[in-house]
């Protein structure tokens, strides 16, 4: 789920990759602001992300917080939930 609310499903995720709509040079967490948190059989793991890439024909440069969700419903199987907030003003994301 984007920070405006969009969610994306693995087959969407799979065409998006497949036609290319973003190219990453650099797609890497900040160093130091990874927190992993684990309760029970569910775990959560947050960082500041550097998105460098191209995204619709357009230069993009910004950092985001994520947070991934795992967890296991031991009848229907290991989950994963990932969240993005929107991109960070410049001034916030050093």
Known sequence: MT?????????????????KE???????????????????????????????AEQGGKPADYKLWFSDTMFSLRQAGDTFLARLSLPLPKAESK
């Open 3 to 19: 920070g405006r609310g969009k969610v994306s499903s693995k087959a969407d995720l799979i065409e998006s990759a497949r036609k």
């Open 22 to 52: 973003v190219t990453y040079e650099r797609q890497d967490e900040e160093p130091g602001t990874q927190k992993v948190r684990v309760w029970g059989d569910t775990a959560v793991v947050t960082a500041l992300l550097w998105i460098k």
